[in-house]
Nanobody, 121 residues
Framework: QVQVVESGGGLVQPGGSLRLSCAAS????????MGWYRQVPGKQRELVAT???????KYADSVKGRFTISRDNAKNTVYLQMSSLSPEDTGVYYC???????????????WGQGTQVTVSS
């Protein structure tokens, strides 16, 4: 079993900053790409940022220059540093990890339960 757990969400004022963390644990042989997605009611889940095992980041246009994704491979953890937050960044942020649990198993996507981020004055 692979577990993915997010932390760090909360309420922040417009213009503020917040840091999300996500740790993968359990039966893990290799973690490939990790990333953050967000969802608001009535809309599809959308990509925010991803980072490969080698550290190459990718960002949605809406967050470029404001969000920074990073990872600590030794801790199986990915971070999302968010700054200059606006109400449009409000949503539930989900962590995704593409994992190969064992050599005899294929790769798969594992999701966390999500953490709420609310940007409001």
């Amino acid at each position: 079993q692979v577990q993915v757990v997010e932390s760090g969400g909360g309420l922040v004022q417009p213009g503020g900053s917040l840091r999300l963390s996500c740790a993968a644990s359990g039966s893990i042989l290799t973690i490939y790409t990790m990333g953050w997605y967000r969802q608001v009611p009535g809309k599809q889940r959308e990509l925010v940022a991803t980072i490969t095992g080698g550290g190459a980041p990718k960002y949605a246009d809406s967050v470029k220059g404001r969000f920074t994704i990073s990872r600590d491979n030794a801790k199986n953890t990915v971070y999302l540093q968010m700054s200059s937050l606006s109400p449009e960044d409000t949503g539930v942020y989900y962590c995704n990890a593409n994992v190969r649990p064992r050599a005899t198993m294929s790769r798969g996507d594992y999701w966390g339960q999500g953490t709420q981020v609310t940007v409001s004055s």
